[in-house]
Structures are given as structure tokens and as C-alpha cells.
């Protein structure tokens, strides 16, 4: 495979005193001819503590400032290789999207936040598995999306991993649509969508508590998202695969949970009408798989924080929960996705087959052969 070695010069490097990395790199907004490398740098830091606290020490917040770079006129399924000059530990790699029917690889995780011991153990069982093409994060990277320490804590732990595939981040509630969201994982809105191979993705952004405090302007946005997810889903029918990533979702085996999310169980017609083939999902903490008329729906929400039972699985459409760690694993060959289910020790707690589905290419038309007589 060709490789091409990009420097990445930031007139940081030429600082004395190296700041440090808080964050990265990693490369966000992949597709088959551009591409985003992003790093964080720690620019300083701001010490607090309570004014009538003598006996605890003081807590210690970075300031971090966003840096990036967009790569133009790449090759489709070409792995690129890149290093930011200044910084010990600066070094990455990603491969664009391949076209067509090419092979790939991908992971799906969600819930990361709150034990960060536990995290780190998801995220070395997946690089030991073997680094995917690109990650899919189900949203609660962090417990509080507004706590900027608590994101170098995320990045600190995903570095292995993020600095070697690209990376697709979707909001939880523990978000709280903070600006660091944005900022920090380079995601220009709450919804996008991106082509990888035959497969289309569609990342939603579910967690509408945090919209607004006004329920009217929920709804605007819960409407508005629908019709762009409706046109996003309409106009992919030719991909073979079609997929669905967010964080709260429409189904789940916690008992004290069912009930809730009756905005995403509206969703799910129109995943039937759009030939979804399944949804990726976080939330709960545990792992759970449901089949409702021909669509996949997947739960993985164990990639750190505290585990929820699974006590209460709906009748019907339930093909597995677990309560345990996990991480979903997908390998995508033209018209069949393999997807397996590890634990956290390593486990497949779920195998199986997705079918691609697909309206027919548009033919191409061709200038009529003329043929004379001599
Ligand atoms: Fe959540």
C-alpha cells in the first residue's frame, strides 16, 4: 500500500517550552479525497479550589485550543501517515474510504465516561482485536460535556486508537450540547452524515432534553431533523447499507427505562421506509440487539461507565442482552456486514449477518451508435 508521509507544521512547535498535546491527533471528516487532522493543545491552565477549603488541594483545568488541518486531493482507500512536528507524540494514521464493493472495517462503542480504568480496558481490547477503518461513538464521552478537564481524560484514553482510524462521535445527554462537543471533536452540527465504502451513515443527534428548555423549540428541532434524516435516508437507497447512530434509543430491556425515548420509537417507520439496516445506539450500559420487522436495532453502551441490568427484555423482538462491557464489531464485504460482539474479557456475546439492500444504479446513458452505409 502506498504510503504518504504528511508533516503537519504548527507554529506552536517553535515555543519554547512545549505546551504538550491535551488531546490527538486523530482525523475527523474522512471522506475518499479530504480528510481533518485535529489535535488539542494545552495553552495553560487555571488552578481552583474553595475559598473556605483548607484541607483538599486545588483542582487544576486546562485551557486547550483546537488545532487542525484539512487535507485535499487524497486517494480512496489509501492509508496516509502523518506526524505534527513539536510534540514527542504527534504521530497518526488513517485510511480513506475505499468505493464501490471494497471490503472495510468498523467499531461501534458508546458510554465512556465516569470510569476511566474500565474505558481504557474497552479501548485496548478493540486496538488488540485490530484497529478498524473508522469508529462510530454512541455519545457520553464524557460525564459532563462542559468539564473541559474531563475531555483530555477521553482523548488521553482513546489516543491508541483515535491516532489510527477515523473518528465519528454522536451526542449523549452527559454532553449537554457543550460547545466542547464541538470544538473538540471537530463536529461542524448535531447531525451529519457520511458515505464509507457502500454503506451510508446517518449520526443523529437524539438527546433533546438538552435542545432547549422550550418545548416548542424541541419539537422545531426534532421536526426539522426528521425531514433532513428523511431526505438523507432517501436519497442513499443506492448504498447497500444504511445505517442509523445515535444515542438514546427506542428499545431496551432496563425496566426502569422502558417508557422512555417515545421520539425515537416514532423514528422507527421511517427506518422501515427507508430500508435501515440497523440502528447503533448507547445510553444504556450494557449490551442489547433487537430485530423489528427487518431492522437491526443495537444497544452498546459498555464502554465504561456503571453497568445496568437488563431485566426486563421486550417480548418479540429481543435477540440479545447482556449486561457487560462491550464494543461492536463490523466487517463490511459487498452485499453481507459480519458483525461480532466482544466483551470487555474478549467474549463474542452476539454474531450475525446483515444483508445489504439496494435500489439499482441508475443506467447511464450513451450516445446512440451511428452506423452508415458505404
Ligand atoms: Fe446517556
Given at each position: 500500500m502506498k504510503k504518504l508521509l504528511?508533516?503537519?507544521?504548527?507554529?506552536?512547535?517553535?515555543?519554547a517550552g512545549d505546551p504538550g498535546l491535551a488531546g490527538g491527533p486523530f482525523v475527523a471528516a474522512v471522506t475518499s479525497k479530504t480528510a481533518t487532522i485535529v489535535w488539542l493543545v494545552r495553552s495553560g491552565e487555571v488552578s481552583v479550589k474553595a475559598a473556605d477549603d483548607d484541607k483538599n488541594p486545588a483542582t487544576v483545568s486546562p485551557s486547550i485550543r483546537v488545532e487542525k488541518t484539512t487535507l485535499t486531493g487524497l486517494k480512496p482507500n489509501t492509508r496516509y501517515e502523518y506526524s505534527v512536528p513539536g510534540y514527542s507524540d504527534a504521530k497518526g494514521s488513517f485510511k480513506t474510504p475505499p468505493t464501490g464493493d471494497t471490503p472495510f472495517d468498523f467499531v461501534s462503542y458508546g458510554d465512556n465516561r465516569t470510569r476511566p480504568d474500565v474505558h481504557r480496558k474497552v479501548i485496548a481490547a478493540i486496538v488488540s482485536h485490530g484497529v478498524p477503518d473508522m469508529v462510530v461513538q454512541t455519545g457520553d464521552l464524557v460525564a459532563d460535556g462542559s468539564d473541559t478537564l474531563l475531555w483530555t481524560t477521553f482523548f488521553d484514553i482513546e489516543k491508541k486508537l483515535l491516532?489510527?482510524?477515523?473518528?465519528?462521535?454522536?451526542l449523549g445527554n452527559h454532553e449537554h450540547h457543550a460547545q466542547n462537543f464541538y470544538d473538540f471533536t471537530q463536529t461542524a452540527k448535531p447531525y451529519y452524515s457520511f458515505d464509507w465504502g457502500n454503506a451510508h451513515f446517518s449520526v443523529i443527534d437524539t438527546d433533546l432534553d438538552n435542545v432547549s428548555p422550550v418545548e416548542t423549540v424541541r419539537?422545531?428541532?426534532?421536526?426539522?431533523?426528521?425531514?433532513?434524516?428523511?431526505?438523507?435516508?432517501?436519497t442513499h437507497q443506492q448504498s447497500?447499507?444504511?445505517?442509523?447512530?445515535?444515542?438514546?434509543?427506542p428499545f431496551t430491556a432496563v425496566a426502569s427505562?422502558?417508557?422512555?425515548?417515545?421520539?425515537?420509537?416514532?423514528?422507527t417507520p421511517l427506518f422501515e421506509t427507508y430500508h435501515v439496516t440497523a440502528g447503533l445506539f448507547g445510553h444504556d450500559h450494557n449490551y442489547q440487539h433487537y430485530l423489528q420487522n427487518g431492522i437491526h436495532y443495537l444497544t452498546s453502551g459498555g464502554g465504561g461507565a456503571p453497568l445496568y441490568d437488563v431485566d426486563k427484555p421486550p417480548v418479540g423482538i429481543t435477540q440479545k442482552v447482556v449486561s457487560v462491557e462491550n464494543w461492536v464489531s463490523v466487517h463490511v464485504d459487498g452485499k453481507t456486514a459480519h458483525v461480532r460482539v466482544f466483551s470487555i474479557n474478549g467474549d463474542v456475546i452476539d454474531e450475525f449477518d446483515l444483508q445489504g439492500w439496494a435500489l439499482p444504479k441508475p443506467v447511464v446513458a450513451t450516445a446512440p451508435v451511428v452506423v452508415t452505409q458505404k
Open positions: 504528511l508533516f503537519l507544521f504548527t507554529g506552536l512547535a517553535a515555543v491516532s489510527q482510524t477515523a473518528f465519528y462521535p454522536s419539537a422545531a428541532f426534532w421536526a426539522e431533523q426528521a425531514r433532513w434524516l428523511e431526505n438523507d435516508l432517501r447497500q447499507f444504511r445505517f442509523v447512530a445515535g444515542h438514546h434509543p427505562r422502558q417508557g422512555d425515548n417515545p421520539h425515537m420509537r416514532a423514528l
